[in-house]
């Protein structure tokens, strides 16, 4: 999904899982990481910049075996 950066939910910075969960640290660590980089282009950062979220579902747990006739795991846009 692509959405203004001031319009991230609080869900989504939960889910995404870094050190509190909270939507001020998403916003935080995003901003200076979004605005260092779009520096070095010559580009500004602002709260309506566009991002790209993506939400996924693991289907398969990492410590579950996968059946044997499986080579692969699947994930699903959640």
């Known amino acids: 999904m692509v959405l203004p950066f ?3 939910s609080v869900d989504h910075a ?3 899982g870094e050190e ?4 001020a640290y998403w916003q935080n660590i ?3 990481f979004f605005s260092k980089w779009l520096h070095r ?3 500004n950062f602002s709260q309506v910049s566009l991002v790209i979220i993506e939400g ?3 289907v ?3 410590d579950q075996k996968l059946p044997i006739s ?3 795991f699947t994930l699903r846009e959640g």
């Open 6 to 8: 001031k319009q991230v």
């Open 14 to 16: 939960y889910k995404e």
């Open 20 to 23: 509190d969960r909270s939507l």
């Open 30 to 32: 995003h901003e200076n």
């Open 41 to 43: 282009d010559g580009l």
């Open 56 to 58: 996924f579902r693991v």
């Open 60 to 62: 398969y747990p990492r």
């Open 70 to 72: 499986w080579g692969f």
